[in-house]
């Protein structure tokens, strides 16, 4: 596609259940990167993929949290046994991944996560 | 564990008007600054900056880095209603791509 495609793009689930979220990169990138917006607060890093495997997984906050790139294009961030604090808006974003970095991040619209 | 402050957290402002963000930043092995804007939901990129005192410029937006003092600013000039949103400083470390961004400015422009 043209851009960074996020889905669902709201997502309300009751606390304990089990979330996908799903990405889906510009076409040819093969660095993705998911982040973590809560309200009044900057992206902050959960995981990175160059190609199929995590490259940094460094930001995920837990074992609730886990994603997978299974054949180097679309992802999806898993979320176990949410709770209330899981809330925000996650995004995604793709880079190139090759040549010269240029520090340009494409990112999607987000998912917003609200946990009840 | 890095550090990125932005100041003010928010500004309001008419068209026509400058206004001048501050980005300071404390990180080990810094690679580079950037700066995103961010309308709605998705942010989008707007510069980079690596080496100190080197301007970049796009349009009515411009930015600096100093890398002795550990900040960079973003002015816009002759504002306009459209530049209303939040702008977010982030950096980048060597071996490594993920970003560590501020907490944003939202700057709002009034006609």
Known sequence: GAGVSQTPSNKVTEKGKYVELRCDPISGHTALYWYRQSLGQGPEFLIYFQGTGAADDSGLPNDRFFAVRPEGSVSTLKIQRTERGDSAVYLCASSSGTGQWTGELFFGEGSRLTVL | ????????????????????????????????????????????????????????????????????????????????????????????????????????TTVTVRA
Not at chain 2, 11 to 24: P, R
Not at chain 2, 27 to 39: A, D, G, I
């Open chain 2, 1 to 104: 564990e890095d550090k990125v402050v932005q100041s003010p957290l928010s500004l309001v402002v008419h068209e026509g008007d400058t206004v001048t963000l501050n980005c300071s930043y404390e990180v080990t092995n810094f690679r580079s600054l950037l700066w995103y804007k961010q309308e709605k939901k998705a942010p989008t990129f707007l510069f980079m900056l690596t080496s100190s005192g080197i301007e970049k410029k796009s349009g009515r937006l411009s930015s600096i880095l100093d890398k002795k003092e550990l900040f960079s600013i973003l002015n816009i000039t002759a504002t306009q209603t459209g530049d209303s949103a939040i702008y977010l400083c982030a950096v980048a470390t060597i071996n490594d791509y993920k970003l560590s961004f501020g907490a944003g």
